[in-house]
């Protein structure tokens, strides 16, 4: 009987993990909407305005906001980890922080890599064996494009005081709930169209061509940084959502199988006890 109570034990602690993972998906499933519509109504826009920003770097100088273009010789980069705050999301912060690390000892080996952190889970894992210069983990607290803007002026800023040559951002972008895409983006310095950029000679600059890019450069990574963390943002509820998922089912399956060898054996067990018993009363009868 024993044995019987340890599985029990184990049936009643088995359905109450399948609760919490199938509220947690549901919770993911009801945040995942409005993060989703949220990207999805920005990604054309931006995308645009990073488009528009590229094909006027080719003619850009360093009098209309050129310096956001010098390409520098390569000796200190900055790494922006965006991870989430919470776990329970599959490979979603450990596939980041594995790209991460890699650009540390591949692409950039040899150079002075640090890193900045936006989410608790990349700070806690990078910050083990790297600098991280920064971390903005409360961003998540108040996810507006004005919070994070004050990210991306403090970069512009250690960009253009030479303080790096290079900024690369590493984020999950979102496909769907089932697939996010690990992205390495370079933000700073601008990265110019490949190819004929003539195209660009289509566009009239009214009041001037000085005034707008001037705007347009600083708004346009900004932009480029709040798309990011919107993608990482949709993409860490539709890996939690997934992963709940599974691991809900996982739950599900495990519940049966102990069920059926709880019944198994106590099946057994009234077996032996029959068997006792009819035992007990023939040796009595003889």
Excluded: W
């Excluded at 520098?72 to 450990?94: D, E, M, Q, W, Y």
């Excluded at 690390?101 to 936006?118: A, C, E, N």
Aim: proline letters at 2%; aromatic letters at 6%.
């Amino acid at each position: 009987m024993a044995n019987l109570k340890e599985i029990r034990n184990r049936i009643t602690s088995v359905k109450s993990t399948m609760q919490i993972t199938s509220a947690m998906k549901m919770v993911s499933a009801a945040k995942l909407k409005k993060a989703q519509d949220a990207i999805t109504a920005m990604r054309p826009y931006a995308d645009k305005l990073t488009e528009l920003l590229q094909n006027l770097s080719g003619s850009l100088d360093s009098d209309i906001g050129g310096k956001y273009a010098d390409n520098r010789p390569v000796n200190k980069v900055l790494v922006v980890a965006i991870t989430s705050n919470r776990g329970l999301c599959g490979a979603f912060n450990s596939n980041i922080i594995k790209q991460s690390v890699s650009l540390y000892h591949g692409k950039y080996g040899g150079k002075q890599v640090d890193f900045m952190t936006i989410g608790k889970k990349g700070n806690d894992i990078l910050g083990k064996k790297f600098t991280i210069v920064s971390n903005h983990s409360e961003i998540y607290d108040d996810l507006t494009f004005e919070n994070v803007a004050e990210i991306a002026e403090n970069l512009m800023q250690r960009f253009t005081e030479g303080e790096y040559d290079r900024i690369e951002l590493v984020y999950n972008k979102f496909k769907n709930a089932a697939t996010q895409i690990v992205m390495t983006e370079q933000i700073l310095p601008i990265v110019p169209v490949e190819g004929d950029t003539s195209g660009s000679a289509d566009y009239i600059f009214e009041p001037s061509k000085a005034e707008i890019v001037e705007q347009l450069i600083p708004k346009s990574l900004k932009t480029q940084l709040y798309k990011a963390i919107r993608d990482s943002f949709a993409s860490e509820h539709g890996a939690r959502m997934t992963a709940m998922h599974k691991a809900t089912d996982n739950a599900a399956e495990l519940r049966d199988q102990l069920t059926l060898t709880y019944n198994k054996a106590r099946q057994a067990s009234i077996t032996n006890e029959i068997l006792e018993i009819v035992g007990g009363a023939e040796a009595l009868n003889n």
